[in-house]
T-cell receptor
Framework: DAKTTQPNSMESNEEEPVHLPCNHS???????IHWYRQLPSQGPEYVIH???SNVNNRMASLAIAEDRKSSTLILHRATLRDAAVYYC?????????????FGQGTRLTINP | NAGVMQNPRHLVRRRGQEARLRCSPV?????VYWYRQLPEEGLKFMVY????????ESGMPKERFSAEFPKEGPSILRIQQVVRGDSAAYFC?????????????FGEGSRLTVL
């Protein structure tokens, strides 16, 4: 799995948008970009994934750069419950089910 | 719909004892993954199994650790002769045979404390 780079930590205020960046300059054409998050004392949970086009779901939006070398996870209106470690992971789905390789992620703090 | 179930949630063992951690995947899922998370660290992949087969054990320590996913019943992660360094949260995840999203479903984890 190709490597991703994320800031160690970010801070935002409740009810404001949050933009979490991820760099993946060595991404291959068949790598999907996945985001997971881990709330305190819980297991990771899937947030969103995409290949080339921007994606939206009930949890977040994923904006993918045109050259695919970076992406941004967008939480449109952060709540205190969004405080977690957010992981950006590349995964080649063409090869079928594979393990996820977690990096250090970004620890997001939400201020009330 | 039951998610991934792990038990026990908390386990205390003395050095030299054995620890057995169980994981029941989401119903219908045939892939199981085990991860370890040391205190204040990230998740490290240990092993990936399908029913009755170990597919990738590149993250498993060579000694004392073993994993299985039998035809019937939960997946088991077994740690023999535990040491203090084995104290960690152990997470299990599952996915279906064909996953359009590649999503892994994680359990709440089993927290092992070695005294």
């Amino acid at each position: 799995d190709a490597k991703t780079t994320q800031p160690n930590s970010m801070e935002s205020n409740e009810e404001e948008p949050v933009h979490l960046p991820c760099n993946h300059s060595t991404i291959s054409g068949t790598d999907y970009i996945h985001w997971y998050r881990q709330l305190p004392s819980q297991g990771p949970e899937y947030v969103i994934h995409g290949l080339t086009s921007n994606v939206n779901n009930r949890m977040a939006s994923l904006a993918i750069a045109e050259d695919r070398k970076s992406s941004t996870l967008i939480l449109h209106r952060a709540t205190l419950r969004d405080a977690a470690v957010y992981y950006c992971i590349l995964r080649d789905l063409i090869q079928g089910a594979q393990k996820l390789v977690f990096g250090q992620g970004t620890r997001l703090t939400i201020n009330p | 719909n039951a998610g991934v179930m792990q038990n026990p949630r908390h386990l205390v063992r003395r050095r030299g004892q054995e620890a057995r951690l169980r994981c029941s995947p989401v119903k219908g899922h045939s892939h199981v993954y085990w991860y370890r998370q040391l205190p204040e660290e990230g998740l490290k992949f240990m092993v990936y199994l399908q029913k009755e087969n170990i597919i990738d054990e590149s993250g498993m320590p060579k000694e004392r650790f073993s994993a299985e996913f039998p035809k019937e019943g939960p997946s088991i992660l077994r740690i023999q002769q535990v040491v203090r360094g084995d104290s960690a949260a152990y997470f299990c995840a599952s996915s279906p045979w064909e996953s359009n999203t590649g999503e892994l479903f994680f359990g709440e984890g089993s927290r092992l404390t070695v005294l």
